[in-house]
């Protein structure tokens, strides 16, 4: 569905179209967004379904509510959270992101699942030699979490550092990836 809004009959403007999702899971109630078909959004939360569709639909007001549009992004979901290997192979957008963080976006989505990157090594790959803290704060403001995956980066002591969903959703999430193992005396350890 594509709207037009016609201020001159020579010149037509373009209206973007939102949709949004959400469903349950067991690390809390997923919410999708999407503008023109594309992902701009992913967020996990802790509230009941009713709240959190109150909370989407004034997010997106003008957006429709649809489980169709992400039929195969839920699918995706729903497999990694399985603890399945997922190829997040699906169109997003982060136009919205500064071009930097835009950069340290792409780069993440790069990391192979299974595996993890340091800040301070995402900042030398996108030509920041010492840009760990630039990194980190590119990293806290991605809109697509788990698509884009910044919960497999960490900091360059081995340590997990922070996640915008919260640390423990961080650990749970590499310990689908086989990243993480419990160890009865410490916790969870990288592996």
């Known amino acids: 569905m594509v709207a037009f809004i016609v201020e001159n009959p020579a010149r037509y403007v373009k209206l973007d179209f939102f949709e949004y999702t959400f469903f349950e899971s067991q690390i809390g109630i997923i919410s999708l967004a999407s503008r ?8 996990i939360y802790s509230k009941n379904l009713y ?4 909370h989407l639909s004034t997010l997106y007001p003008e957006g429709v509510e649809s489980n169709q549009s992400f039929k195969t992004v839920k699918l995706l979901l729903d497999r990694y959270l399985k603890g399945r290997k997922v190829d997040f192979d699906v169109d997003f ?3 919205e992101e500064s071009p930097f963080t835009q950069k340290v976006l792409r780069e993440l989505k790069k990391i192979p699942y299974g595996e993890v ?13 010492m840009g760990a803290r630039a990194v980190g704060q590119a990293v806290k403001r991605n809109p697509i979490p788990i698509i884009i995956p910044c919960h497999r980066v960490i900091r360059n002591d081995g340590s997990l550092g922070g996640f915008s969903l919260g640390i423990e959703i961080k650990k749970r999430l590499l310990a689908f990836e086989g990243v993480l193992q419990r160890n009865n005396k410490t916790g969870l350890v990288l592996t």
């Open 36 to 43: 023109n078909k594309k992902i701009i959004a992913l967020d």
């Open 51 to 54: 709240e959190v569709k109150k």
């Open 93 to 95: 957008d982060i136009s």
């Open 117 to 129: 990157r340091s800040y301070l090594s995402i900042g030398k790959q996108v030509g920041h030699i």
